[in-house]
């Protein structure tokens, strides 16, 4: 009895182990660095076995390390990543990486030799999946809309003098890709070619606003959204704001975007990253930055779903990033991915809530998991046919907005998977079977999956037998290997019918008050106060000293910082507060607005306050 006993807590502490190590290296940053004598050590350990390695970093063990790094350090050391995402990519279903095979009835006339040869021509196209993943990714770049006509020239004469040519399926030319040799590790600080005249050039004319640094493939979802953005524009997962950037470019003098990001720390890079690109004051006008979780954001109290495009740029496992930092792939685990699934749906799904009927909403990811991808976009459909019946919302098709960059279908048909350590599901007291990490696939469905203890079963990763239905052939999928870019995974989904009411109204979360956690360091609560709108003394007081100034629903100030007044966008209190005219200081905004148009107004040190310059 005191033997099993033993036994079973031995085995509940090894999945408690591996449990840690999934979820660490699911929570680790993606720009985290293998150490460089974790490498050297890896050679030596390796030889003797991937638990040798464990042991040596005493993972479970209770010890001094941290627990979860030393998981984590444990899980990458051991390659086990690479090994893992070889395995799971190569054994998906037929078309996810390689071109689809011939329908069955076709493939049963082929010769034995003409079979022989699709199967190695297969091989082939996954060994170049594979291989175009070692290569480093080239620098991408575009000259920004707002740079004026005769800067574009100039730049365009400059870089054609240097060797280079916009990319050819760029209809506007203005995006270009450096020579693979000139890639982010080799034109930065220190590197072999930070001297080359490109990357001096790419480094004044970024710093000068006139450039943006941004993935080809990751320009899509704001370039199918639509050039002509007249409308309101909700960026659901906007940080480190490459798109939010792109959006604003693009919009006209009575667009609104929002971007919104739930990190408190992300919203604050991503308004610095604005304010670097040095974009005109007009287009800043247009801008509002919020902090919600984005499966929660606030209904606009007055005009309920009343954004025209949602781009929901979901928090993703990144795999399709792996040429841009290769540290993702010693760290890669399938769970990663059915984790992220869930949340996925929610911030999709709240996208589509406040989306207008009419609107469109983009959803990508840049990775290559169909549990991310087509899974997500199957449930958020299928839960909009909930809530307001079938045709409720659809998954659109696209003209390419960059004829000749190759695109593939979305699938609907694919695989779920976990991992497991072999030995460890069967319970087997060979501790040399625990050596090895495998894929674990789930064929037989859901409730088979929960039934053998799969982590973070939900039903929606598994692809529903009426898949066909959604069309999720309309998804485009980007593979690195057939234009040499990073992958990328886009839907445009319309909205066709209001949904039916919620059994909650979403409401703003409360704000948390700042306060230092036990460890001394800061709580999760936002740095800053939300912005509100100007109180009816303070307006008063400037409109007799200045007649012209604008209505006080466009002036808004933080709670804690009266020094002071922004100039938010003209649709800001009509959305968000309900009073278009006049100061509302009662009412108060359900949107945690942290950043919001430009600044209008600074305190002197006399108390009176100074227009500020436009900057044009
Ligand atoms: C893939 S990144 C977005 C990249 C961004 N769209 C761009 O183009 O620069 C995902 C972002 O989602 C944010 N995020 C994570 N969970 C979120 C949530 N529940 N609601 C809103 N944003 C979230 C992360 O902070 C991260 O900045």
């Known amino acids: 009895m005191v033997n099993m006993a033993k036994k079973a ?161 760029d209809p506007t030319h203005l995006i270009y890709q450096t020579p693979p040799s000139l890639n982010k590790a080799t ?133 399709g990033t792996i040429r841009k930092d290769s540290s993702i792939l010693p760290r890669w685990n399938p769970n990663t991915s059915n984790a992220l ?32 991808d087509e899974a997500v976009v199957a449930e958020i459909v299928r839960r909009a046919e909930g809530r307001a019946g079938e045709g409720a919302v659809e998954v659109e098709g696209w003209e390419n907005p960059l004829p000749g960059l190759v695109k593939r279908e979305g699938v609907v048909d694919w695989r779920v998977a976990d991992f497991v350590e072999a030995g460890e599901e069967e319970e087997e007291e060979d501790e040399s079977k625990g050596e090895e990490v495998r894929i674990r696939w789930h064929d037989e469905g859901y409730l088979k999956a929960k039934e053998v203890g799969m982590e973070g079963a939900v039903e929606s990763l598994w692809p529903r037998e009426d898949i066909k239905r959604y069309n999720l052939d309309r998804c485009c999928r980007f593979l690195p290997h057939d234009n040499d870019t990073g992958g990328f995974f886009v839907a445009l989904l319309k909205k066709h019918k209001p949904f039916g009411p919620r059994k909650t109204q979403v409401v703003a979360e409360k704000k948390k008050k700042k306060k230092k956690n036990k460890g001394g360091g800061e709580s999760e609560a936002p740095e800053l106060q939300p912005l509100r709108p100007i109180d009816h003394k303070t307006y008063s007081s400037l409109c007799s000293k200045h007649p012209d ?34 100061g509302s200081e009662e009412k108060e905004s359900p949107l945690n607005i942290l950043f919001a148009g430009r600044v209008f107004m600074k305190k002197l040190e006399s108390g009176e306050y100074e227009l500020v310059v436009k900057n044009n």
């Not at 985290?32 to 479970?60: E, F, I």
């Not at 006209?252 to 610095?272: K, M």
């Not at 911030?347 to 009419?358: A, D, N, S």
């Not at 209505?551 to 009509?574: C, F, H, K, M």
């Open 341 to 372: 699934h869930s949340l996925q749906c929610d911030i999709g799904f709240r996208g589509l809530e406040v989306l207008k009927v009419g609107g469109v909403m983009a959803y990508s990811t840049c990775t290559f998991n169909p549990v991310e």
């Open 549 to 582: 100034l604008p209505p006080a629903s466009r002036l808004y100030q933080r709670g804690d910082d009266r020094d002071t007044i922004y100039l938010v966008p003209v649709q800001t209190n009509e959305i968000f507060v309900g009073d278009n005219s006049s």
């Open 187 to 319: 034109i930065r600080k220190g590197g072999p070619s930070y001297s080359h005249p490109l990357a001096s050039f790419l480094r004044t004319n970024l710093t000068s606003g006139h450039l943006s640094r941004q993935e080809i493939v990751s320009m899509i979802p704001v370039l199918c959204l639509g050039p002509s953005l007249t409308s309101t524009c909700l960026d659901l997962c906007a940080s480190p704001g490459s798109k939010t950037l792109q959006l604003l470019e693009t919009s006209t003098p009575s667009g609104l975007i929002v971007a919104n990001d739930v990190h408190p720390g992300r919203v604050s890079s991503l308004e610095a990253a604005i304010s670097r690109a040095l974009l005109p004051s007009s287009n800043l006008e247009r801008l509002i930055i919020s902090n919600h979780d984005g499966s929660k954001f606030p209904d606009s109290p007055t005009l309920g779903p009343c954004y025209d495009k949602v781009l929901v740029d979901v928090p993703c496992s990144g795999d």
């Open 9 to 169: 807590e031995t085995t509940k502490k090894k999945k408690n182990d591996k449990r840690k190590a999934t979820a660490a290296a699911a929570a680790t940053s993606q720009t985290a660095q293998q150490p460089k004598k974790a490498k050297n050590d890896n050679k030596a350990a390796m030889a003797k076995g991937p638990n040798s390695l464990r042991n040596a970093h005493n993972v479970g063990m209770g010890e001094t390390v941290s627990e979860r790094k030393a998981n984590e350090l444990w899980f990458r050391k051991a390659n086990y990543g690479t090994v893992l995402f070889e395995s799971y990519y190569k054994n998906q279903s037929p078309s996810i990486i390689v071109a689809p095979p011939p329908p069955s009835s076709e493939l049963q006339k082929l010769s034995k030799n003409a079979k022989k040869s699709l199967k190695k021509n297969r091989q082939r196209q996954f060994q170049s999946f594979m291989d175009c993943l070692a290569q480093p990714l080239p620098v991408a770049f575009r000259i920004r809309h707002t740079v004026p006509q005769n800067v574009k020239a100039s730049l365009r004469a400059t870089l054609k003098s240097l060797g280079l040519s916009p990319v050819p399926y």
